[in-house]
């Protein structure tokens, strides 16, 4: 391992904490099985590491994919598979190929690099061939395809992400982390097959955002959109009462921060085109405007 990756990863705990709030209990976790795949302490017949990531939406588990996936390997090398769209029996052909002239979604998202991370969403939800491919990735880390061609998977992190017991969870939020924990992993060996859960390296549950928490996320959201708008070339100073306004605007109980980051986004970006629209110049000081009902640019 050269000095830069060393750096990398004796920083990757750091990094991950600064990126993903309100999940602190999950970081050192995940963290353990990245350092020992990175250091190359893994199997290799098998993936790099392996996730099961349990809980509500919009609480972290696929920003958590992305955010160590982007920090190790750089953008670009999370492949994504919705397990909504793989519940009857064709769903396989669809990832592996139809016929021995297709490779599949799956065939294509491995063509691109040897390296990278594989996110199964909702997995519960997969027809059960599809759940027989993956112990085949996980036990053996590579898979067939339609046309005949092994991959091997053993550079790939593999990710998987789960609702099972969320809603019990909810409804449960008075209880100590260590019972819904408990709660919902039971759930989890009730629902998913005990082979295939025995596989996976770490399982993981998330936990509901609180206001205060998703006060942090809307913080750091604002901090990208600013730093994304000014690479446009629009200089934008969010006021305090304009962060106030768009926390109450973007929080949701249930949902978690998912409506945040379309709220930040929505509310920044229609200033910016008010502005523009009106003298040219989509820069100044983000405000609540004088009705309260949304933002604006002041100069």
């Known amino acids: 391992m050269n000095t830069h990756s060393h750096h990398k990863l004796h920083h990757l705990h750091t990094h991950l904490s600064h990126e993903i709030r309100g999940q602190e209990h999950v970081i050192p976790r995940v963290s353990s099985v990245l350092r020992r795949g990175e250091i190359g302490l893994a199997n290799a017949s098998r993936p790099r590491g392996s996730f099961l990531f349990v809980g509500p939406t919009g609480v972290g588990k696929t920003e958590m994919t992305v955010c160590f996936s982007d920090y190790l390997f750089g953008p670009g090398h999370v492949h994504r ?14 990832l ?7 490779i599949g979604m799956l065939g294509r998202a491995l063509a691109k690099a040897d390296y990278g991370t594989l996110l199964f969403d909702e997995m ?9 491919l993956f112990l ?4 053996a880390g590579r898979i067939t395809l339609a046309t005949g061609e092994t991959k091997n998977i053993n550079g790939y992190y593999v990710v998987f992400t789960s609702n099972i017991g969320a809603s019990e969870a909810m409804r449960m939020e008075n ?5 819904i924990e408990r709660t919902v992993l039971k759930r989890v060996d009730q629902t998913l097959r005990p082979e295939l859960v025995a596989r996976i390296n770490e399982k993981v549950v998330f936990t509901r955002l609180t206001f205060e928490i998703q006060r942090q ?6 901090g990208r959109e600013v730093d ?4 446009l070339g629009h200089s934008v100073k969010v006021e305090p009462p304009a962060l106030e306004f768009l926390i109450r605007e973007g929080y949701h109980r249930t949902l978690g921060a998912r409506p945040m980051r379309n709220t930040v986004e929505r509310y920044l970006q229609d200033a910016i ?7 040219g110049d989509g820069s100044g000081n983000l405000i609540v405007d004088a009705c309260g009902s949304r933002l604006c640019l002041a100069k």
């Open 81 to 94: 598979f919705d397990m909504s769209e793989f519940q009857n029996q064709s769903s396989v052909g669809l």
């Open 96 to 102: 592996l190929g139809q016929s021995v002239t297709e």
């Open 124 to 132: 519960e939800k997969a027809h059960p061939l599809v759940l027989d």
């Open 136 to 139: 085949q990735i996980l036990d």
């Open 175 to 179: 209880s100590a982390f260590a019972t």
């Open 217 to 222: 996320i809307c913080a750091l959201m604002v």
């Open 228 to 231: 994304r708008l000014k690479r």
């Open 273 to 279: 085109v008010h502005a523009v629209m009106e003298d």
